[in-house]
C-alpha cells in the first residue's frame, strides 16, 4: 500500500518530457520532487507561477513565492510570474498538457468532485472548474476510500461536481486505474495489495484482465 508521497512518485512517472504540467493542491503538489531529471517539464500554478521547482529545504523558504495552496516553492531558472488573468489563459486556452488534482470522489464514468462538503464552508470552486473543463488529461491523486473504509471510486459521484467525464486514470494508495467507457480498468496494484483488495474498495464497476502487475516507483 502506497502513502501519499508514493502516490506523487507513481504519478510522476506519466510525466513526459517537454509537458506543461498544473499541479493542484494537496498530495498533487508533491508530484515536482520527483519528476525525472533527465527531462524538462515546467509546473505551471494558477496564482500566476510557470516554471516552479521542488519544496524548498527547511530555512531556505520564501514567504512570497508560494503554490496556489499557499506552500512555498523553489522556481527553476527561466521561471516567470503573472497575474491570474494570464495564468486561466493559459489553462482554459488548453496550453496544459497535464492536470494532476486531488478529489473526494471519481465516479466510473469520469466524473469527479473535489470542490465542496455540503454543509461545510468553502471559499469557492478555485480554479479546479476551469482545470477540469480545459485539461486534454487528467490524472486524480487520492485515497482509495475515506476514514470510514468506504470507497471514494463511485458508480456516481454523491458530492456536488467539478467536472463531467473528464478524469482520464486515477492513482490511489492501493491501485491504478484508466476511466474507461465500460468503467474502472485497473492497470497496477500498489506493493502488498491483492486484486481482492482493490476489488473490495471499489463501489464502481471494476474491470480486471489478465495479471495485473504490482506498480514499481
Given at each position: 500500500m502506497l502513502d501519499k508521497t508514493g502516490i506523487a512518485q507513481?504519478?510522476?512517472?506519466?510525466?513526459?518530457?517537454?509537458?506543461?504540467?498544473n499541479l493542484g493542491i494537496g498530495i498533487p503538489t508533491l508530484v515536482a520532487n520527483y519528476v525525472r531529471n533527465d527531462i524538462e517539464v515546467e509546473f505551471q500554478s494558477e496564482n500566476g507561477v510557470l516554471g516552479m521547482g521542488p519544496f524548498p529545504y527547511e530555512g531556505e523558504e520564501n514567504a512570497d513565492v508560494i503554490n496556489a495552496g499557499k506552500q512555498t516553492i523553489t522556481t527553476l531558472p527561466g521561471a516567470s510570474f503573472f497575474d491570474s488573468a494570464l495564468s486561466f489563459s493559459m489553462i482554459r486556452g488548453q496550453h496544459v498538457d497535464l492536470t494532476i488534482l486531488g478529489a473526494m470522489e471519481v465516479a466510473e464514468n469520469g466524473d469527479i468532485a473535489n470542490w465542496k462538503i455540503p454543509g461545510k464552508m468553502v471559499k469557492g470552486m478555485g480554479g479546479a472548474m476551469d482545470l477540469v473543463a480545459s485539461a486534454e488529461n487528467i490524472i486524480v491523486?487520492?485515497?482509495?476510500?475515506?476514514?470510514?473504509g468506504e470507497s471514494k471510486l463511485l458508480k456516481k459521484c454523491s458530492l456536488p461536481l467539478t467536472g463531467v467525464g473528464c478524469v482520464k486514470k486515477i492513482v490511489t494508495n492501493l491501485a491504478v486505474l484508466e476511466v474507461t467507457p465500460k468503467g474502472f480498468k485497473l492497470l497496477e496494484r500498489a506493493p502488498g495489495v491483492s486484486v481482492e483488495e482493490i476489488q473490495k474498495s471499489t463501489e464502481g464497476t471494476l474491470?480486471?484482465?489478465?495479471d495485473i502487475p504490482e506498480m514499481t516507483l
Open positions: 507513481r504519478i510522476a512517472k506519466e510525466v513526459k518530457d517537454g509537458y506543461y504540467v491523486a487520492m485515497m482509495h476510500t475515506n476514514r470510514a474491470i480486471v484482465e489478465g
